[in-house]
């Protein structure tokens, strides 16, 4: 069983900062890419940021020198660092991660797959 779970949202106010932070645990092999997304109320869920396994990071145009991802392997962590928040960054955020889970039995590794973490909540004040 894989879990995703993240923490470190919150309220903040406007130009301010916060750490979000997603941890995967479980029977895993290896973490291909991981990422954040968000799903502000009445829209869709888009894309934040992604980082690969040998640390190649992609950014949505709206966060852009705003936002920083980066992740720990040996904690199987991800990380987002969000600086000069805005209130249109709020929005429930997502972690997500593809990875290499291991079978039943422990030594043997299955196809890749995403996995999702139970979202967290930021919230930006003007």
């Known amino acids: 069983q894989v879990q995703l779970v993240e923490s470190g949202g919150g309220l903040v106010q406007a130009g301010g900062s916060l750490r979000l932070a997603c941890a995967a645990s479980?029977?895993?092999?290896?973490?291909?890419?991981m990422g954040w997304y968000r799903q502000a109320p009445g829209k869709q869920r888009e894309l934040v940021s992604t980082i690969t396994s040998h640390n190649s990071t992609n950014y949505a145009d709206s966060v852009k020198g705003r936002f920083t991802i980066s992740r720990d392997n040996a904690k199987n962590t991800v990380y987002l660092q969000m600086t000069s928040l805005k209130p249109e960054d709020t929005a429930v955020y997502y972690c997500a991660a593809n990875l290499f889970p291991r079978g039943a039995t422990g030594r043997d590794v299955l196809s890749p797959h995403d996995y999702w973490g139970q979202g967290t909540q930021v919230t930006v004040s003007s």
């Open positions: 479980g029977s895993i092999f290896s973490i291909n890419a």
